[in-house]
């Protein structure tokens, strides 16, 4: 049980929610009437706030802009055929969240503040919640380095935060990736086990020059021989082989361990397919297409849930798919989408009822 908390609560005078057009939301434009904050100093966290939607001021020095202590988590909220709001998985985040926080030398936040905070504050702005299939409100927790000092050591003061923003489908369209084979997302003993924000500054480039060859994203290969796959700009990366499921493991260190990565093993289990965790390299992949084995590709993460691949290019080797054909994508897709609009029972406890 989460212990009662005093939040500062600061309600809008207006909402703006019908300024937003609920039928174009690109991701992470738009949000809701209210924010949440609060400041870490002397070794501990001070009163949680919420408090209007607004911009903060913060000063030049600010460490987190000089030296990257600076995490987040994505979740999302959703509500049932009655309208009940429900977040997804959000104890797991609240985890990952600390994890984070421990890689990069920051305080861990207390589990009363994520979770009973974020509850409030979803519960405040659940009139933005969509209720439309493929929609949900996107719940955005970060923490960042608020000491004003251009000095480099760990931080003692911090800002954690949640902003909630309302969203559509994030990728409609299957994607078309490019195997990256010179730039390196993560190394072992590094931070790529991690949601920091550091690991997505260090990948604009190379997804820059894959969007210039006229691709969505980059498939990451490991940082010595470039042979072994690892993930997908903002998703975990799935290949069905035959009959069987493939997905990295996360043994090196490497890999963001999705919640939607976790999800949808489970629930390709539960649907009868044999899922591997385990180290996969491009060769596999294009001996497997050669041979007419590789059947379907997939990536998977909070914001695009699940989206199709349809075109994989390594070097001058493309490969492409009719994803109209496939099965077990769309079932997967149609499987966590249904327990998380509550069309499905939820068995395993995957939805946390606000
Ligand atoms: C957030 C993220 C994912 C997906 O994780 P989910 O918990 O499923 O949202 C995958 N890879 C990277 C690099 C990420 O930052």
Not at 28 to 51: N, P
């Given at each position: 049980m989460i212990a009662a908390m005093d939040v500062q609560v600061t309600k809008t005078g207006k909402s703006k929610i019908g300024e937003v057009d609920f039928n174009n939301l690109p991701f992470?434009?738009?949000?809701?009437?209210?924010?949440?904050?609060?400041?870490?100093?002397?070794?501990?966290?001070?009163?949680?706030?919420?408090?209007p939607y607004q911009n903060l001021s913060l000063s030049p020095a600010l460490a987190a802009i000089h030296y990257g202590q600076a995490i987040f988590e994505g979740v999302k909220a959703y509500k049932d055929r009655e309208g009940n709001p429900f977040i997804f998985r959000p104890l797991d985040n609240f985890k990952r969240f600390n994890l984070s926080a421990e890689r990069m030398r920051m305080p861990v936040v207390p589990e009363e503040i994520f979770m009973e905070g974020m509850r409030q504050l979803v519960s405040l702005d659940k009139d933005w919640i969509p209720m439309k299939n493929d929609y949900s409100l996107y719940i955005r927790p970060f923490m960042f380095a608020t000491d004003e000092v251009i000095g480099v050591k760990p931080a003692d003061t911090y800002k954690f935060m949640i902003l909630l923003s309302p969203t559509g489908p994030y990728y409609s369209a299957p994607m078309r990736i490019y195997v990256e084979e010179h730039y390196t997302r993560a190394a072992p003993g590094g931070i790529g086990f991690v949601k920091a924000a550091g690991n997505y500054g260090s990948s604009m480039l190379a997804t820059a020059l894959a969007k210039e060859k006229g691709y969505d994203q980059v498939l990451w290969t490991d940082p010595f021989e470039h042979k072994y796959v690892q993930e997908i700009g903002t998703m975990n990366v799935f290949f069905v082989i035959g009959d069987k499921v493939i997905t990295p493991d996360l043994a090196a260190g490497m890999i963001l361990e999705g919640v939607t990565r976790d999800s949808a093993i489970e629930v390709l289990k539960e649907m009868g397919y044999t899922v591997e965790e385990r180290p996969i390299t491009i060769d596999e992949i294009i001996n497997a297409h050669k041979a007419g084995e590789l059947k379907e590709l997939f990536g998977t993460g909070t914001a695009a849930t699940v989206s199709m691949i349809e075109e994989l290019r390594y070097k001058d080797y493309t490969m492409k798919f009719d994803t109209a054909t496939w099965k077990a994508v769309p079932a997967v897709k149609k499987m966590l989408t249904d327990i998380r609009e509550g069309r499905k029972e939820d068995t395993r406890g995957w939805m946390f009822k606000i």
């Open positions: 992470g434009k738009y949000f809701t009437d209210h924010m949440l904050e609060v400041d870490y100093a002397d070794g501990e966290w001070k009163t949680v706030s919420i408090r």
